[in-house]
């Protein structure tokens, strides 16, 4: 029953992190007043909690016990792409993460962010929406088994 919970959890991180992080490029694009700034806050508190989910469910899923066991995806090529893959999404995620954090202070104590990079984060929202598609292609690969050594 666990298991069923934990995997149920993991496609609910992907059902949350698909939509928040196609909302924070749509608020990065728009006019960032006091509603755009509201909606992309929302929408990175929903992305980070997303990532959080994926990591924790997916590290139980995987060395848990929880499904095929960790001998089947420490050898399976598609498991280390796919963690290549999310590990490039944290790495592409930093620079956004340092920044809205600081224009969350920013606006906190009364001041003006200065929100220039908007365009590029914009970009690397978006580049970051497209492996999380591509990651779900990969696990579907990976859970039947294909890139089995
Ligand atoms: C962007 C991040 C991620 C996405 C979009 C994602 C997506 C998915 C999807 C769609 C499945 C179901 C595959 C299927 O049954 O057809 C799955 C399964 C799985 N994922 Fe993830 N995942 C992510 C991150 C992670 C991480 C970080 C780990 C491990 C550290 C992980 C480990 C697993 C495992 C072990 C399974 C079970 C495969 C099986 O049934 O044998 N995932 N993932």
Known sequence: MFSAIVSALHLLALAIGLPAVYLRGRALKGRLDREGFQRLFAADSVWG???????VTGLLRAFGGLEKGSAFYLGSRLFWLKMGLFLLVVALEIWPMITLMRWRVALRNGGTPDTSPARALYGITHAEMA???LIVFVA???ARGFGAH
């Open 131 to 133: 492996l999380v598609v």
């Open 49 to 55: 909690v997303a990532a959080g989910l994926w990591l």
């Open 140 to 142: 579907a690969f990976m």
